[in-house]
């Protein structure tokens, strides 16, 4: 039995790719058309067809014209309500914001807004991944409303959370209607940070010279970061936004302290995922002290930098290192 | 349930947004008319629990243990049990689901609990419609599933506060987008007959009619009534008051103080008369009453469908009238029934106890010796009634020992039962073959709705004697006493009587405005009766046949009422995909191709390099009479398409700037 149960949810998980398959990934906004909504009775829809059975019968048996009105009204209302359950959530809007990087055993959080352009408003939302936790909300009419999915994170690597789906049984509870939900989207986890005790921080040797900064009036490019509200137009990395179809901005930052190698063969033995997160731990001090710190790894180097792109790079590296082609960008 | 396991978001009860307050509230409206039809405690019980669990809610109260709920099931089941003695049947089934909608209430902690409880309360809402279908009745009804529905819509609201006109605009919406189909499925959702299984006896319990005997007193009740026997319209002229003598059972056996019908022998043949005499053809919408007899105007010529003519000459149906039925029939005031007596129908109509009423019998005797004819002996004893001080009244005293010597040498007051019975027993003294037939006589014209009401207040009985030659004729000795009660009804007979039924002092005391009003609403309660209530296989088969579908069976019914639901279904389903239809990508795109195609018409060719600008410079060069409105056009439609704000009242005015481009 307890072999079975992974191979069911991945036979879900084929089913629902199967239903899905002309449903390409969106990349960013996705509207909910009539064709990719899909709707089911409840188990309260089978009860109260249940008992509207029984009231036929009741109807019936004693030839009572108004018992014969009610149950007809109420089997046309149980059927009007399949419309409008469908109709919660017709043409709602989804856009994904970009999801913030995190570590290891953090929460990811993907942040979405839902706009609803209809004059009803839609109640009794449901988000939810394929085995989270659903995240109820709903949407006034021509608003828009925020959902956060959290999704635990455990290893490092590229986190995708894959379909989603968006349900409600709004307003009789006699219908469930659903939609898959299926953005290209993913969120890089970085190694867990682990201290550690037997090494001082900055074990790599110097080498060379400190160089020169490339920029005399004091300021550096220092990599790009995700957008945010009330950031500057003027530091919007364009070519980044032509390539991903996401915001970024180009930060500058300033240049202080010393210089030094993060070296990987200078870390104390242990497995790989150890070692990737004492060196991610290494990374973030060195950033922590504001040096200019380079990363020495198998197969790669990185000239000592400073800043934030200097270290989301660092970081990303350690995120992706030896990690399938396919599983990382 | 248990505690232990954690519940699942969506069967958690929505706790901040008050639905269950709303679930109560709209139980506590479904419940409150069993009120009237169920003892007392059944529905304080359920308000009980209906509170109970309303202070749960608002956290004033706990919610009550488990044992509690088991011993209060217990214990209400066996109330029940005492009280009908049974779980089944109409009223306990009732008083078993009021009380136990009330618990299910009291142990409702999941959303799964609360939507039982709201479709329990639909099923409520049903059972009223069996103990009265009134329109009243049914427009509470209507708001208590409106109630209940907009309920249901804030238990699925999730966890946000719905606006309360929300809530109920859409349940109104709802409701309203499903009256069509409602329709569809009453008028064509195939009809049976009969009940499915038996009827529960309670179900008759409060029916008025005629009885299927007649002691005295029997009619007394009736008489007390002012609820409709029946209503009739006729094709043509209804015929005088007086000859409004709607007959009922025909009863030929006496026992010495009760009257009952012979055995149900179908008559041989219908009655025939030459054809010059009148036909009157009219159509009855009888209440049901539980018996199966139905009512005709004096004698009927024809017999509706499921119905026998019995030898006295009533009709019969084949089954109890349980709702509302309808006949049309012909019938003829002035007949020849049964020309030659046989000598065993004969013998039954002389039959009379020996040792019943003596001293009737004596004077019954006393008379034949001096007439020999019997029309001269008829008159005689019509002449006693009207010399002798007989008096008619609806309270007479109490007739014990000999009710027909005691009423006619004693107390001689009484009315239409007590003079027919003594007239009949003085009749079969005398050697004249006679019956009681009993049934209504009158009926009050409604200009209205052109229909006649006959209430169970105009209950009857008068007598029937069996002469040479003239075959059974009505001889109705009330008639003798008071004529007004033939003549004008019994309201006239009764007028300033104590005894006079509700109905007559009302219309006294408030007047013509009164009447008015009694008659509109009578001429309503006529068509809700007879269109709503009464719509079963024949009204059905009525209406089909209007609409040239009369040889439909229910194959046919079933793929008709599949197919105009279908024709509904489709109708709404092209109003929802046109109003949720997607949004037009870019309006303004679309308009000024509309602008393009209207220019390409006049043979204004846009070049696809060419810009805006560019294309009405062109135009305004090549048609300097098409420059100004292409010019203003282009103008405004560049400052939207490229201008820093876009505002959507000039988005309009681009739209009639483009109507002004005629080529």
């Known amino acids: ?329 | 349930m248990s505690a232990a396991a954690p519940m699942r978001l969506e069967d958690r009860l929505p706790g901040r947004s008050g639905a269950l307050l709303w679930v109560i509230a709209a139980t506590g409206v479904a419940i409150g008319p069993h009120l009237f039809n169920q003892p007392v405690w059944v529905v304080l019980t359920t308000t009980l629990a209906l509170a109970w669990r309303g202070g749960v809610h608002l956290g004033r109260l706990p919610m009550p243990p488990r044992w509690i709920l088991v011993l209060l099931t217990v214990l209400m089941t066996g109330l029940v049990l005492g009280r009908y003695g049974t779980l089944f049947g109409r009223d306990a089934g009732v008083a078993l689901l009021v009380l136990m909608t009330g618990l299910k209430l009291l142990e409702t902690r999941t959303y799964r609990d609360a939507m039982l409880v709201v479709f329990l309360g639909y099923f409520v809402i049903i059972t009223n419609f069996f103990y009265s279908q009134e329109i009243p009745v049914a427009l509470y009804m209507l708001v208590a599933v409106f109630a209940t529905t907009a309920a249901l819509v804030r238990l699925n609201a999730g966890e946000a506060i719905q606006p309360v006109r929300e809530s109920f605009g859409l349940a109104g919406l709802m409701l309203g987008q499903a009256v069509p189909v409602m329709i569809i499925l009453f008028l064509l959702f195939p009809r049976l007959p009969g009940p499915l299984w038996g009827m529960p006896q309670d179900s008759t319990t409060g029916v008025t009619g005629l009885s299927d005997s007649m002691s005295p007193g029997s009619i007394s009740q009736l008489l007390q009534s002012d609820a409709p026997a029946f209503r009739v319209s006729f094709t043509d002229d209804p015929p005088v008051p007086a000859q409004r003598y709607w007959r009922g059972p025909v009863f030929a056996h006496f026992d010495g103080r009760t009257w009952r019908a012979g055995r149900e022998t179908e008559v041989d043949a219908l009655p025939q008369a030459p054809d010059l005499e009148r036909v009157v053809t009219y159509t009855i919408n009888l209440e049901p009453h539980e018996r199966r007899w139905l009512l005709a105007l004096d004698i009927p010529v024809s017999v509706p469908p499921d119905a026998r003519m019995i030898e006295d000459h009533y009709l019969v149906s084949s089954r109890p009238v349980r709702r509302l039925v309808q006949y049309t029939l012909a019938s003829r005031t002035d007949l020849i029934l049964e020309p030659e007596l046989s000598e065993a129908r004969r013998r039954q109509a002389l039959n009379l106890p020996a040792r019943a009423a003596p001293r009737a019998q004596a004077l019954a005797q006393d008379w034949r010796s001096r007439h020999e004819d019997d029309e001269a002996l008829i008159r005689t004893a019509l002449g006693h009634f009207n010399e002798e001080p007989f008096f008619y009244t609806l309270s007479p005293p109490r007739l014990e020992r000999d009710p027909v010597d005691q009423f006619l040498f004693e107390a001689r007051a009484g009315f239409c039962e007590h003079y027919a019975s003594a007239f009949v027993v003085l009749m079969r003294a005398a050697g004249i073959p006679a019956r009681v037939v009993t049934g209504y006589q009158g009926g009050e014209y409604n200009r209205l709705g052109n229909y006649l009401l006959v209430r169970q207040s105009d209950a009857h009985a008068w007598a029937e004697v069996w002469l040479q030659g003239r075959g059974w004729v009505r001889v109705d000795p009330t008639a003798a006493v008071s004529p007004e009660r033939i003549e004008s009804g019994i309201r006239a007979a009764l007028s300033g009587d104590l005894g006079a039924p509700d109905f007559i002092r009302r219309s006294l005391d408030w007047g013509i405005v009164r009447l008015q009003w009694a008659l509109w609403r009578d001429s309503i309660d006529y068509y809700w009766s007879g269109w709503v209530l009464a719509f079963g296989p024949e009204r059905q088969g009525e209406l089909l046949e209007r609409l040239g579908l009369g040889r439909l069976d229910w194959r046919g019914m079933i793929t008709l009422m599949v197919a105009l639901v279908g024709v509904v279904v489709l109708v709404f389903a092209a109003i929802f995909l046109w109003r949720n239809r997607l949004p037009v990508a870019d309006p303004l795109a679309v308009v000024y191709r509309h602008f393009c195609r209207r220019l390409a018409r006049g043979g204004l060719t846009r070049a696809p390099h060419e810009p805006p600008m560019d294309f009405a410079r062109r135009i305004a060069r090549e048609r300097p009479e098409l420059a100004e409105p292409v010019m203003a056009f282009t103008r405004e439609y560049v400052a939207l398409r490229y201008g820093a704000s876009p505002d959507p009242e000039r988005f309009g005015r681009l739209r009639g700037l483009l109507r002004r481009i005629r080529v």
Not at chain 1, 81 to 93: F, I, K, Q, V
Not at chain 1, 207 to 212: D, L, Q, V, W, Y
Not at chain 1, 276 to 284: K, N, R
Not at chain 1, 298 to 327: I, K
Request: a positive charge; hydrophobic letters at 40%; charged letters at 20%.
């Open chain 1, 1 to 329: 039995m307890k072999a079975l149960v992974p191979d069911r949810r991945r036979l879900r998980e084929w089913f629902i790719t199967w239903i899905t398959r002309r449903q390409l990934p969106e990349g960013r906004t996705l509207r909910l058309h009539r064709r990719c909504i899909y709707i089911l009775p409840t188990r309260q829809g089978y009860t109260f067809a249940l008992i509207l059975l029984v009231m036929l019968l009741g109807a019936i048996n004693y030839s009572n014209s108004m018992a014969f009105m009610l149950t007809f009204l109420l089997a046309a209302l149980g059927a009007n309500a399949m419309w409008h359950t469908h109709r919660n959530l017709l043409g709602l809007r989804i856009t994904r914001r970009p999801a913030q990087p995190v570590f290891a055993g953090q929460t990811a959080q993907f942040v979405y807004t839902v706009e609803n352009p209809s004059r009803v408003a839609r109640r009794g939302l449901l988000l939810e991944t394929l085995d989270g936790a659903p995240v109820p909300f709903d949407v006034n009419p021509r608003g828009e409303n925020q959902v956060t999915l959290d999704l635990p994170t455990r290893r490092r690597g590229v986190l995708r959370p894959g379909r989603l789906r968006l349900h409600g049984r709004y307003p009789m509870g006699l219908f469930r209607a659903w939609s898959w939900l299926y953005f290209d989207e993913s969120v890089l986890v970085y190694p867990k940070p682990l201290p550690m005790d037997q090494a001082p921080p900055f074990a790599g040797q110097d080498e060379g010279e400190s160089r020169e900064r490339t920029d005399p009036a004091g300021e550096e490019f220092a990599g790009v970061r995700g957008y945010q509200p009330g950031d500057s137009p003027r530091h919007l990395d364009w070519k980044a936004l032509a390539r991903t179809g996401d915001l970024y901005i180009k930060q500058f930052g300033e240049v202080s302290g010393g210089q030094i190698w993060l070296d990987w063969d200078q870390l104390p033995a242990g497995d790989l995922e150890t070692r990737l997160s004492m060196m991610c731990h290494q990374v973030l001090q060195a950033q922590g002290q504001g040096l200019r710190f380079g990363l020495r790894m198998p197969g790669l180097a990185l000239e000592p930098e400073t800043g934030e792109a200097h270290q989301r790079r660092c970081l990303e590296y350690l995120a992706c290192f030896a990690l399938p082609a396919e599983s990382c960008p």
